[in-house]
């Protein structure tokens, strides 16, 4: 098994398929061929057409295309692209092949020579670290035998392999050498120490749940009993363990980042280093957000100042403040509605501890480089013998060598036969529940990150139970909607003359995250995994989610012009949004800030079923 070979081919479909979906070649119709002779595909069948995008003086570029449902083409899968020059065929690379690209992009994005070298360089690092990731430790087998915690672990491996579906640079952690990705990446399950630092307590700003620093501080909750204690001896020694809090550190951000950020508070002797590091912790699927190293439903989440998705992985005070915001909301919102307080359960993201100097904002850089958080998941959910938690990211990625899913075990489980229709039948359950979940919650106004590492499946004795979420920070929310169902704006946090994807004018503003992140990225990777490993058409399955969307909406109790408004939105208006990947991130040229982001359209999926180009 070639992983250089795989892991090319990998992100260069996503590459292609990501530049043909934004429009990133120009909105004229493409320059299709239909095969012939002497071209240089052989093989493709009549409704795959041959593409040339023609750039001189370098030549062209040739991809095998076919009609796609989320996007108009799509490259063919496991199809080479071709780069000809004086007459000379030649495979790409995917650098190769945007290299060549930018080259013929200067004067749409003049004097952005930066923001191109950049991509390059995140593209290279893509592509190694994709590599390395196939040679994973995902220890698969058998897996409901296992305990929950270790269950859930593995589905977090599971999850970070692939990162966010169809983005061609989400493996690319950029600041890890391959050494430190093999160490700190999930899917190679290995222990980790974490580091820690004691911040002198008058300086740190606590969530909600922090009620009494001496009583609740991170190592209560993230250590047991004995490691406490070692802990608490070195602050004794240092003469600090009355004025000073310890607060765990990435090993990484301990070793790359403090000294850069905050050598000025650990000279004045507000932050000290401690020795202790005891503890095996592991990685989940978003990397920072770890394992607790005992038999405990608090896990941890740290800022670690990589750069992934093209943004800064830091953890500031104001986005914890705005998800304890968002997490009020959301548990008066299951007071509304009966389904999602049976259906809906929620991470406890109110215990945080954050460095906060008196002379700092919550919008400064340097003291989000050194901050906490516990993330307490339902002790109900961990300790029941007969439910198991699957971030739904692990659904919707392939095993690399294996053709193994969850949905083995589930058929299994439920002692269904293990054929086409059975696969049918839980991915119609897993449809209905994820989405009657969501629109029960869109109905009074109000939509979680639902991408597939932020929305884990509750499993519950071979059914799809509910829904947890996590990451309450990027909860998005139609004020008025909320208003009419009793509901009060929770007035987040944000920096004047930024923008913010929390508040919408429209209601058809906030779908656009459930046409996003829940159908184009979490579902359609699920659809495309099911279609993979059990040689299923994905028409089938795309069909089946929207024969259980629009029965949802039929019976939710919507008003009559939300019911009118979200089924012209999904099934009867020509095109789709679409939340842009690369095309901000070449304009934006690496800039400071969250992830870069844009809108544009794509087809509807609903139209294309019949898959008429």
Known sequence: MNFTTMAADRVMQDLVDC??????????????????AGQPFTGLNAEQ????????????????????????WEKVPGTPVLGRQNEQLTELSPEAFMTQVLAGMTERYQDNEKGFALFLDVLRTSVRQTELSMAHKVDSERLLEKSNADFFLTMEQWASLRDRPYHPLAKAKQGLDDVEYQQYQA???????????????????????????????PAEYVLP???QTGLQHEMQ???????HIALPVHPWQFEHVLDAQLSVAFAKGDCH?????????????????????????DYLKLPMAIYSLGASRYLPAVKMINGGLSEKLLRQGLDKDETLQEKLHLCDETKWWAFMPPDATLFDEAPRHLSAMVRGYPPALLEDPDTRLVPMAALGTPLPGSNQHFFDDWMAYRQL???TASVMTLFRELCHSFFEINLRMFRIGMLGEIHGQNAVLVWKAGYAQGLLLRDHDSLRIFVPWLERNGLADPAYRLKKGHTNTLYHERPEDLLFWLQTLGIQVNFRAIIDTLAQVYALPATALWTAMGEVLNELIDTIDFDTEARAMIKNQLFEAPHWPQKLLLTPMIERAGGPGSMPFGKGQVVNPFHRLNNEA
Not at 237 to 243: L, T, V
Not at 275 to 296: I, K, V
Request: hydrophobic share 40%; net charge negative.
């Open 187 to 217: 899917e190679f399950a290995r222990p980790v120490a974490l580091n820690w630092v004691a911040i002198d307590r008058t300086l740190l700003q606590c969530g909600d749940g922090v009620t009494d620093l001496a009583q609740h501080n």
């Open 417 to 419: 036969p293990a054929n």
């Open 237 to 243: 020694q240092r003469g600090i363990a009355d004025s």
């Open 273 to 297: 280093r401690l020795d202790f590091t005891d503890g095996d912790f592991f990685a989940t699927s978003s990397l920072r957000s770890m394992t607790p190293c005992f038999n405990s439903a």
């Open 225 to 227: 009993f004995a490691l």
């Open 49 to 72: 057409r041959l593409w040339e995008w023609r750039n001189e003086p370098q030549g062209s570029i040739f991809v095998a295309l076919r009609p796609g449902i989320t996007q108009q």
């Open 19 to 36: 530049l043909l979906a934004e429009h990133f070649f120009g909105t004229e119709p493409l320059n299709l061929t239909v095969p012939a």
